[in-house]
């Protein structure tokens, strides 16, 4: 029963070719994209960080700058 | 004209989407699992082609997705050439891959059918070639959107592509009625009805539509990975100036 299943009629190395291509390019499409969401949503929030933090040291030191001048 | 403005907003977009996203999954994994069900073992074998048939219930839904994406890749860069819509050419480029994937399914997997049916792998007659055509397409647009250094003008150039090689997409659908062909004639998509058994066309149609709601849950993956990708584009300009 599940070896004639598996034997599709002779033609198994076709059939089972066939589906095992579709699997592999649909796999790995979605975990390529799911990697680059995940790398470009860290590196965006590194970066966010990065100049986030320097702006408002500019600021901080805009403020000090305004304190001295008074 | 309303719902097109409203999407032209990208972060209630991206928000929309993510809100969709579980539900794609859900669906997209019950119409494939019903779909690989009917098609391998609740289905007859054809009474020419015996059990390749089954390679129809992927290699179909396919090309199917191969022809749409390009389709909805040249609406999309219509609409950012015309209307300048902001997803439209995001939607574009995150589609691409998805498109250039099915492609080559639909290539390797009628490949696969070919040698057993006809007796070789490929001819170069007007279906297979003009598909072959469109999977170099889809790899043109990839290459030529990255080729500038300012993406503006690789979006630009990569849509007018997309306009001028959609003429191939009649081609494709056309083929096996303008030209003499080893390929099977349309029997889904026919003006009389589906020329193919209920038990056949159930697994096909599922297939299709699991294929479909994929497409849809990869690109919203993409799109949101394209949005991010820009977002840092622009952090980056705006703190070096």
Not at chain 2, 97 to 113: D, E, H, K, R, Y
Not at chain 2, 152 to 177: T, Y
């Amino acid at each position: 029963m599940l070896r004639d299943f598996l034997e599709m009629g002779g033609y198994a190395t076709y059939v089972w070719s066939s589906y095992a291509v579709v699997l592999v390019v649909l796999a790995g499409m979605l975990i390529a994209s799911l990697n680059a969401l995940r790398a470009r949503d860290s590196e965006l929030k590194a970066l966010e960080e990065r100049v986030g933090g320097r702006r408002q040291r500019r600021n901080q030191g805009r403020v000090e700058e305004m304190a001295n001048d008074a | 004209m309303n719902w097109f403005h409203w999407f032209a907003n990208p972060a209630r977009f991206m928000r929309l989407a993510a809100r969709l996203q579980p539900w794609i999954m859900v669906l997209g994994l019950a119409t494939g699992a019903a779909g690989l069900y009917y098609g391998l073992f609740d289905s007859p074998p054809d009474y020419q082609q015996g059990e390749t048939v089954r390679i129809m219930y992927v290699h179909v839904p396919s090309a199917w997705m191969a022809m749409f994406v390009y389709t909805m890749m040249a609406v999309a860069a219509a609409s950012f050439l015309i209307w300048k819509h902001p997803l439209a050419d995001v939607a574009a480029q995150a589609a691409a891959p998805i498109g250039a994937g099915f492609t080559l399914m639909a290539l390797v997997t009628g490949s696969l059918w070919g040698q057993p049916m006809w007796g070789t792998w490929w001819v170069w007659d007007a279906r297979l070639t003009s598909v072959l055509i469109l999977f170099f397409l889809y790899l043109g647009y990839i290459a030529l959107v990255n080729a500038f250094d300012d993406p503006e003008r690789g979006s630009k150039a990569g849509a007018i592509l997309l306009l001028v090689g959609a003429v191939n997409i009649p081609i494709i659908k056309f083929s096996v009625d303008w030209w003499n062909t080893l390929h099977q004639p349309a029997s889904v998509a026919r003006m009389d009805g589906p020329a193919i058994d209920p038990s056949m066309l159930l697994p096909l149609m599922l297939m299709a539509a699991a294929f479909k709601l994929y497409f849809l849950y990869l690109l919203i993956v993409r799109m949101r990975g394209e949005l991010t990708a820009r977002r840092i584009r622009l952090l980056r300009l705006s703190d070096a100036a």
